[in-house]
Nanobody, 133 residues
Framework: QVQLVESGGGLVQDGGSLTLSCAAS???????????VGWFRQAPGKEREFVAY????????YYSDSAKGRFAIYRDNAQYRAYLLMNNLRPDDTAVYYC???????????????????????WGQGTAVTVSS
């Protein structure tokens, strides 16, 4: 079992930057290094959507078209943390952002299906980001 807690959300102006943090804890923490980490978001009235994903070692990153070039995902396995650096934020980035992990590496599908939220094992409670115009 892994618990995830996001932080770093808030109100920012159009064009601003934020860094979200995801801290892991729990009995399953010793396996954190083999989990892939994803970030998803859900805007009011919309479905949850994929934002970014990083493999267990941090060697590969994947982004949605919307996030590409503006966001960066990275992780610190020694600290059991992952981050989402968001630059050049726009009003349509307003959403609750969720951190999530999955055991794709252990199960042989680390670099496929990462856009599918149902492939993840644990989720945080989310942190709200509001971008004002």
């Amino acid at each position: 079992q892994v618990q995830l807690v996001e932080s770093g959300g808030g109100l920012v102006q159009d064009g601003g930057s934020l860094t979200l943090s995801c801290a892991a804890s729990g009995r399953g923490l010793s396996s954190y290094g083999v989990y892939g980490v994803g970030w998803f978001r859900q805007a009011p009235g919309k479905e949850r959507e994929f934002v970014a994903y990083i493999t267990h070692s941090g060697g590969r990153e994947y982004y949605s078209d919307s996030a590409k070039g503006r966001f960066a995902i990275y992780r610190d396995n020694a600290q059991y943390r992952a981050y989402l650096l968001m630059n050049n934020l726009r009003p349509d980035d307003t959403a609750v952002y969720y951190c999530t992990v999955r055991r794709g590496y252990m199960l042989g599908y680390e670099e496929s299906g990462y856009q599918d939220g149902s492939s993840y094992d644990y989720w945080g409670q989310g942190t709200a980001v509001t971008v004002s115009s």
